[in-house]
């Protein structure tokens, strides 16, 4: 899906904790992922994505199973409606289903890269489901 890419350098662009991010389709089809030079290359597996994505089906359980991502095993602290966060040490993940993709940045840093980087994708979450996507 072209296009697609200015998303994700828009989201690395917007708080120097992102680090990697991708937007896959709420069937774990990749439409596009952090790669060299913008970025570090978001390296989850179809299977992975495919587990990750029907998560957000049972939202409920996830904070008991945590997520696994890119061969990395997140503890989620919480979940809230269309949304995970996933904690390792000093990095994590937040990941917002919209209508038809999954938005998923991973940030390194403390608290405020955190921050950020939950406010970067809920944005444009935000904007996704407002163009229709």
Same mark, same amino acid.
């Given at each position: 899906?072209?296009?697609?890419?200015?998303?994700?350098?828009?989201?690395l662009?917007?708080?120097?904790?992102?680090?990697?991010?991708?937007?896959?389709? @709420?069937?774990?089809?990749?439409?596009?992922?952090?790669?060299?030079? %913008?970025?570090?290359?978001? @390296?989850?597996? %179809? =299977?992975e994505?495919?587990?990750?994505?029907?998560?957000?089906?049972?939202?409920?359980?996830?904070?008991?199973?945590?997520?696994?991502?890119?061969?990395?095993?997140?503890?989620?602290?919480?979940t809230? =409606?269309?949304?995970?966060?996933?904690?390792?040490?000093? %990095?994590?993940?937040?990941?917002?289903? @919209?209508?038809?993709?999954?938005?998923?940045?991973?940030?390194?840093?403390?608290?405020?890269?955190?921050?950020?980087?939950?406010?970067?994708? =809920?944005?444009?979450?935000?904007?996704?489901?407002?163009?229709?996507?």
């Open positions: 899906m072209a296009g697609w890419s200015a998303y994700i350098q828009n989201l662009a917007s708080s120097d904790g992102i680090k990697r991010a991708a937007i896959v389709g @709420t069937d774990a089809s990749i439409w596009a992922r952090s790669e060299p030079p %913008t970025g570090s290359e978001f @390296t989850a597996s %179809t =299977e994505l495919t587990k990750f994505v029907a998560q957000f089906d049972h939202l409920n359980d996830v904070p008991s199973q945590g997520c696994d991502l890119e061969g990395i095993h997140y503890i989620v602290p919480r809230e =409606e269309n949304l995970i966060f996933g904690k390792k040490d000093k %990095t994590g993940i937040f990941a917002v289903k @919209t209508n038809m993709a999954v938005l998923i940045a991973c940030y390194e840093g403390e608290n405020a890269a955190g921050s950020e980087c939950r406010t970067a994708v =809920e944005k444009l979450a935000a904007y996704l489901r407002q163009s229709g996507y």
